[in-house]
């Protein structure tokens, strides 16, 4: 992989470019053995895993000082993990690829991350800054690739522009100054989306609530024929490229009450896909396994499904002819039975936690006729759209704000925009 195929941006710097690892320290981390109980043991080192990107991916923080795991100095000792002192610059590079942050303390981290210790001629901060404005690039690479990682013969390659360093703290405090700005404003449109949530789960319970008092309730068992759970073979990473392609799905294609059909993996020639686990338009999806917040999410399928196979983390639920699939899922998305799918969560002491179909069996549906079914779709709907055109004017004002910040960041860190001035520089 060359530097261009990278950040092509690059070929546009004032300043000329270096490979990082020619003014800092490269380096990168381990995991102590699981299977010797005294490495973790007296844990006392902060670790950096995958669990602690979601303190970077809003790009607002800039320094990480506290990890969910620790390590002990014997774990250390016996792996080939390294403690880094504190302003070493660390990025992922697998899995959630392009993330990036300056560690507060002295730390170490496992294999998915790179780090940096600077030299004298690179300013932490720069690096820190240059390093987000080539992260779209570093995620386009990763995609393409079987496991999503950018591997360590890559990220030696990797080139920043090198002004010098009297210039490079000049743009670090100038980003600086200016991304707070914009991370005030995206945090408002944030405020704003949360709110339109709120208020579209609240009328959703209200209409629910009515139901139930008006009809009564029972039990989903009362309404189920079955419950399947899929198979997840190894698949390629990258999505099915065409309709006649087998895909399975990933458990991302159910969010929130919403099917994505792009969401899927693509199933390799050599694998013999399961016919019995296609899914098909109408079927009713319920997330078996995910993290405490996602576990139980639903959602209806819609649109052309051919040739997508239903995965092992999500239950596909066949129900009687008098329930439509679309009235259960809102009824699932309402407070009432995301209380009960959260008790579940509450008790289990992993992160991946796990659904039952006895569990899904407990949820409570209202008995409402096939009108008032479709009497609580319409209206859910209705305000669905209207929330919706709100939540899209908010969606445009994030997806500018985050076009604004990394044009501002990457024509900073190439001297496009002299930071002293704030003017545009006009190429000779």
């Given at each position: 992989?060359?530097?261009?195929?990278?950040?092509?941006?690059?070929s546009?710097?004032?300043?000329?470019?270096?490979?990082?690892?020619?003014?800092?320290?490269?380096?990168?981390?381990?995991?102590?053995?699981?299977?010797?109980?005294?490495?973790?043991?007296?844990?006392?080192?902060?670790?950096?895993?995958?669990?602690?990107?979601?303190?970077?991916?809003?790009?607002?923080?800039?320094t990480?000082?506290?990890?969910?795991?620790?390590?002990?100095?014997?774990?250390?000792?016996?792996?080939?993990?390294?403690?880094?002192?504190?302003?070493?610059?660390?990025?992922?590079?697998?899995?959630?690829?392009?993330?990036?942050?300056?560690?507060?303390?002295?730390m170490?981290?496992?294999?998915?991350?790179?780090?940096?210790?600077?030299?004298?001629?690179?300013?932490?901060?720069?690096?820190?800054?240059?390093?987000?404005?080539?992260?779209?690039?570093?995620?386009?690479?990763?995609?393409?690739?079987?496991?999503?990682?950018?591997?360590?013969?890559?990220?030696?390659?990797?080139?920043?522009?090198?002004?010098?360093?009297?210039?490079?703290?000049?743009?670090?405090?100038?980003?600086?100054?200016?991304t707070?700005?914009?991370?005030?404003?995206?945090?408002?449109?944030?405020?704003?989306?949360?709110?339109?949530?709120?208020?579209?789960?609240?009328?959703?319970d209200g209409?629910?609530?009515?139901?139930?008092?008006?009809?009564?309730?029972?039990?989903?068992?009362?309404?189920?024929?079955?419950?399947?759970?899929?198979?997840?073979?190894?698949?390629?990473?990258?999505?099915?490229?065409?309709?006649?392609?087998?895909?399975?799905?990933?458990?991302?294609?159910?969010?929130q009450?919403?099917?994505d059909?792009?969401?899927?993996?693509?199933?390799?020639?050599?694998?013999?896909?399961?016919?019995?686990?296609?899914?098909?338009?109408?079927?009713?999806?319920?997330?078996?396994?995910?993290?405490?917040?996602?576990?139980?999410?639903?959602?209806?399928?819609?649109g052309?499904?051919?040739?997508?196979?239903?995965?092992?983390?999500?239950?596909?639920?066949?129900?009687?002819?008098?329930?439509?699939?679309?009235?259960?899922?809102?009824v699932?998305?309402?407070?009432?039975?995301?209380?009960?799918?959260?008790?579940?969560?509450?008790?289990?002491?992993?992160?991946?936690?796990?659904?039952?179909?006895?569990?899904?069996?407990?949820?409570?549906?209202?008995?409402a006729?096939?009108?008032?079914?479709?009497?609580?779709?319409?209206?859910?709907?209705?305000?669905?759209?209207?929330?919706?055109?709100?939540?899209?004017?908010?969606?445009?004002?994030?997806?500018?704000?985050?076009?604004?910040?990394?044009?501002?960041?990457?024509?900073?860190?190439?001297?496009?925009f002299?930071?002293?001035?704030?003017?545009?520089?006009?190429?000779?």
């Amino acid at each position: 992989m060359t530097d261009g195929l990278i950040a092509p941006w690059l070929s546009d710097s004032r300043w000329p470019t270096k490979p990082i690892r020619y003014v800092a320290r490269l380096g990168t981390g381990h995991t102590p053995s699981r299977n010797v109980p005294q490495y973790w043991k007296d844990c006392t080192i902060p670790w950096i895993t995958l669990a602690d990107v979601w303190q970077l991916r809003n790009g607002t923080a800039d320094t990480i000082t506290k990890t969910k795991e620790k390590i002990s100095n014997l774990g250390l000792a016996n792996s080939s993990a390294v403690k880094h002192p504190a302003g070493t610059v660390i990025l992922s590079r697998t899995a959630s690829v392009g993330f990036s942050a300056i560690m507060g303390v002295d730390m170490a981290t496992t294999q998915d991350f790179a780090t940096w210790t600077c030299g004298p001629d690179l300013e932490p901060k720069y690096l820190l800054h240059a390093l987000r404005a080539m992260a779209p690039d570093l995620k386009r690479v990763a995609a393409g690739s079987t496991h999503k990682t950018v591997y360590m013969p890559d990220i030696e390659q990797l080139r920043i522009p090198l002004p010098p360093l009297g210039e490079q703290r000049r743009i670090a405090d100038y980003l600086d100054t200016e991304t707070t700005r914009i991370n005030k404003l995206t945090a408002l449109q944030l405020d704003i989306r949360n709110k339109l949530s709120e208020r579209e789960r609240a009328l959703r319970d209200g209409l629910v609530d009515n139901l139930a008092a008006l009809c009564g309730e029972l039990p989903m068992r009362r309404f189920v024929t079955k419950i399947e759970q899929g198979a997840s073979p190894q698949c390629e990473a990258i999505p099915r490229q065409a309709a006649d392609e087998w895909g399975v799905l990933k458990l991302s294609a159910v969010k929130q009450g919403r099917f994505d059909d792009r969401e899927n993996k693509r199933l390799p020639e050599d694998v013999a896909p399961t016919p019995a686990y296609e899914v098909h338009r109408g079927d009713l999806l319920v997330t078996r396994a995910n993290t405490p917040h996602l576990v139980g999410d639903v959602a209806v399928i819609t649109g052309n499904t051919k040739r997508l196979l239903l995965p092992d983390l999500i239950y596909r639920v066949g129900l009687l002819p008098e329930m439509d699939a679309a009235f259960v899922a809102q009824v699932a998305l309402s407070s009432r039975v995301r209380l009960l799918v959260e008790s579940v969560a509450r008790g289990s002491s992993q992160s991946m936690v796990k659904l039952r179909g006895e569990d899904i069996k407990e949820w409570p549906i209202p008995v409402a006729s096939a009108t008032q079914q479709r009497t609580l779709l319409t209206e859910v709907e209705r305000n669905a759209e209207t929330i919706g055109r709100l939540r899209a004017v908010a969606d445009r004002q994030l997806s500018l704000l985050d076009e604004r910040r990394q044009a501002l960041i990457t024509a900073a860190v190439t001297g496009q925009f002299d930071v002293t001035t704030a003017r545009q520089v006009t190429p000779a």
